[in-house]
């Protein structure tokens, strides 16, 4: 569990004694390709930090078509942070998109922190604060990027992203049509 | 400062001595109709709670055109809070759509409250659970409802909403034309 103590030492203070029961509430789950770690429908009760592979989150429009509105890569957290907090049904479903290999921070775990971690709380916003901005940066950069500048960022954010994932996914995670993403590919591979 | 208070004491148990300190770093400050409280640009160092009034907040997309994002009423919080937190250039602009009363807490009051604040902490992670919460429901929203209930929904978030911005802005919240906007307007009234 290396990486996820690196990633919570990053955001807190926290002792080896703290860090140790905090762990004793986690636990590795392996989720082959195409499976799904959470379900539209679903109560949400965990988090998943991401050792290795790739998700998507999805969610299904009322006509049927599913959109891809995330991805998480390794030394990531994914979940459906939203039914996470309000304990509502989850709209989103999270899928591997290659065999992953993930740490489950359980509810229990979460709350257990916010009472008995001396910086809990501060790990609890820092992780709120990254959602959000990461949410509303997507949102910032739908109205003032330009669809190319948006797949250049992709690739700066998700390296390799392009044989790791269908392109369509792609191409719905950026908000262009699959001929659009072609013709942006064309267009930079013709820089090089 | 009453109404702002009770706003607090609502997120966590905080002494009568922190609770005169911290509004000791907040200031009042009132914006006629069609001021900007924040504009594009901008370093963002304010959050407002709004006391009266009402606010939208507005981003221009790279053709030239505005984009309602939300409003926020009387007892409420508004920010570009991702630019208050990551202290980059905000891409909003916050208008007041009504002579509008605001309280400020600055940036000086949020870092003092994580620092000092018993529950400091906890203030912050539920002000940013709340954020990413109703940002996140928005997308959800977006994808899952059709335009009549996301402009049902809308008049119940925000009641009277109808008499106090224009209906522009109200179509581009919600994610339609004006025209399709009247529509559903018409199609109300009717079942009255």
């Not at 499976?35 to 991401?50: C, N, R, T």
């Not at 790739?54 to 991805?71: A, K, Q, S, W």
């Not at 948006?150 to 262009?176: C, E, K, W």
Request: net charge positive; charged share 25%; with cysteine.
């Amino acid at each position: 569990m290396e990486l996820l103590k690196q990633s919570i030492r990053q955001m807190i203070n926290i002792s080896d004694e703290e860090m140790n029961t905090f762990l004793s509430f986690c636990k590795r789950k392996s989720f082959p390709r195409k499976a799904y770690l959470s379900d539209s429908g679903q109560s949400i009760k965990e988090i998943f930090f991401i050792e290795k592979g790739i998700i998507r989150v999805l969610i299904t429009d009322i006509g049927g078509t599913e959109h891809t509105t995330h991805f998480a890569i390794e030394h990531q957290y994914i979940a459906d942070y939203s039914a996470f907090l309000t304990q509502q049904k989850s709209k989103y479903q999270l899928q591997a998109m290659e065999d992953s290999d993930t740490i489950i921070l359980t509810k229990e775990a979460i709350d257990w922190g916010y009472k008995n971690l001396q910086e809990g709380e501060k790990m609890g916003r820092l992780i709120a604060e990254f959602y959000f901005i990461y949410l509303d940066t997507r949102i910032q950069n739908s109205y003032t990027l330009t669809p190319k500048q948006r797949y250049d960022l992709m690739s700066t954010i998700f390296p390799n992203i392009h044989n790791r994932v269908p392109q369509h996914m792609i191409a719905s995670y950026i908000g262009v049509t699959p001929v659009h993403l072609s013709r942006l590919k064309k267009a930079n591979r013709q820089k090089l």
